[in-house]
Structures are given as C-alpha cells and as structure tokens.
C-alpha cells in the first residue's frame, strides 16, 4: 500500500526519552513531512498499515514507515525519503546561487586543508587534511553538490591555480607545512603523480554525500560511509601512481601503506564530526 506524506507544523524536537511523543513530523526532502500516532502502554505506537512511526535522533524526529521504532539504544534508521543535508538544517535555504555558493565555498575549504601536509621522505604523495576535507564536504554537503565542490577543486587546480598540496620541494627543509607561508601547487592533474587521488576525492565526496542523505552520517554508521570513500580514493589513486612510477606493487609501498594510520585519524574524526554536528542542531532547537 502507498504510504501517503502528508504537511503538519508540529514541533521538530524530542519532548519524550521514553517513546515517541503523541505526534511528530520531520522534513524529509522537498519539504515534505510524515505524521506519527500515539504510543501503547508498551511504548510501541499503534499502526495503521499505512502509517509511519518515528524515533528520536540527535536532529529531531526520523519518520520510519510502515515500521515500528527499533527498540532505545538502536542507531539504526531508515528514511522514507532523502533526508535533509546537514548544511540545508543548519543554513537552511535554496536557489541556484545558493547552491553554487557552497560548492565554490567547500572548494575552498578543500584547498586550505590540502595546504596542512607532513613531507614522507620516500614517497612523493605526502599526508595532507585534504581527505579529511573530502569526507566533511560529501557529508555536509550531499552528493551532487559535494562532487561539483571537488571536481571544481581538479579543475581549479588543472588550470594552474595553486589549490593542490604542496609538492615536495615546496616542503623542502621542513617536515610540516600548516597553511602559511602558502606553497599550494597547481598543475593537470595528469601530470601529477597524486592526480589519481585527486579523482577519487570527487568520487568519494559522491559517496559520502548519498549516503547522507540516507541519514547514515547521524551515528556509528557513517564509519561504513567513510571507509566507502577511502577505497573510492585509494584505487583511482594507487592505480595512477603506479602507472606513473612505472610499479605497481611500489604504489603499494609509496602510496598507501604509509597512509593507512593518518588516513584512519581522519576518518575518525570526520565520523565524530558529523554525528556531532546533527547533535549540537538538535540540542539548539530543542
């Protein structure tokens, strides 16, 4: 049976730790929102076949239709819809130039993490914060926008800008590189030993982005999402560095063993960041 969504101004907050309140609505996508009915003795709402039921997340209400709230505790959620992006709740509003304020914006911010790098002796692809910007901008962001942002990165770079991590005689001297004095390089990305990586970020930023709109960057859940994007970066990546260097099993050694503990950091914290971002909207609203 269809499950209908239907328009109510009910409050968008938890007023209830022990069940869901006598009625809820959350957006879900294109402003839509989902009625929910009250709870038995049980703590379990009575359900018509067609009605949803919601639980109570960092954000508000999640709708779950034609289901029954999993029991407290559970970090599970399913959404009947796209679920609204963190940015749009936080910032809310829409238009094109809107949109495009954001993509060239986390651009940016994408460019400045590139400039935070540590200098590997024996290897030409040096750590930076950039996959951690990749991972924050696909989550925020959502999938079509977070990869505009970052394929706008690849071609503001390509053409010469300086938005790229430093290379290695930018960082000649020094171990770490934090921003400033600016040493961002700018070159197509086919030249580029890391350039394999650099398409990658637009696909992970893709990835990260849909399954956020699938609410999974709201708990434990979006370390999945996160690890999804680091094997989305790391094959494009590892199969251009050993085309460049003439190895493939060197690509191996050069491009990603020496990677593997500061790339989890990252993924850590970006996994703690966006849960936690949800949580601080909530709490503000409440």
């Known amino acids: 049976m269809a ?10 907050q938890c ?14 996508g294109n402003g839509l929102t989902l009625k929910a009915y009250p709870p038995t003795p049980l703590n379990r709402p009575r359900l018509a ?7 109570c997340i960092a954000a508000g209400w999640t709708c779950i239709l034609g289901r029954s709230p999993p029991p407290r ?3 599970r959620v399913q959404a009947a ?13 829409k238009g094109i130039l ?3 304020a954001l993509i060239v914006g986390f651009s940016l911010l994408v460019a400045v993490f590139a400039q935070i790098a540590i200098k590997l002796p024996f290897t030409p692809v040096p750590i930076t914060g950039q996959t951690l910007a990749v991972l924050l901008t696909g989550g925020a962001l959502g999938a079509w926008r977070g990869a505009a942002s970052l394929g706008l990165y690849a071609v503001w770079g390509t053409v010469g800008l300086p938005v790229f991590a430093p290379g290695s005689a930018a960082l000649e001297g020094s171990l770490v590189h934090f921003i400033f004095p600016w040493a961002g390089t700018g070159a197509p990305i086919w030249d580029l030993a890391s350039g394999g990586y650099i398409v990658g ?3 992970a930023a893709y990835a990260v982005g849909w399954l956020s709109e699938r609410g999974w960057d709201r708990g434990w859940y979006v370390t999945v999402a996160m690890l999804l994007a680091n094997v989305l970066i790391y094959v494009p990546g590892l199969l251009w560095l050993g085309y460049k260097i003439g190895s493939f099993d060197n690509a191996l050694v050069f491009g990603l063993y020496p990677f593997i503990v500061g790339d989890l950091i990252k993924l ?3 996994a703690v960041a966006l849960p936690g971002a949800w949580a601080l909207i909530g709490r503000g609203r409440s």
């Open 268 to 270: 850590y914290i970006a």
């Open 49 to 55: 076949q067609s009605r949803p039921a919601c639980r």
């Open 81 to 93: 819809r796209h679920a609204p992006t963190l940015i749009d709740v936080a910032f809310p509003g």
């Open 15 to 28: 007023t209830n730790r022990h069940g869901p309140p006598t009625e809820c609505a959350h957006a879900i």
């Open 98 to 100: 809107r949109d495009v």
């Open 73 to 75: 505790g559970s970090l």
């Open 201 to 203: 970020f637009i696909a």
């Open 3 to 12: 499950r209908r969504a239907v328009r109510e101004s009910l409050p968008n």
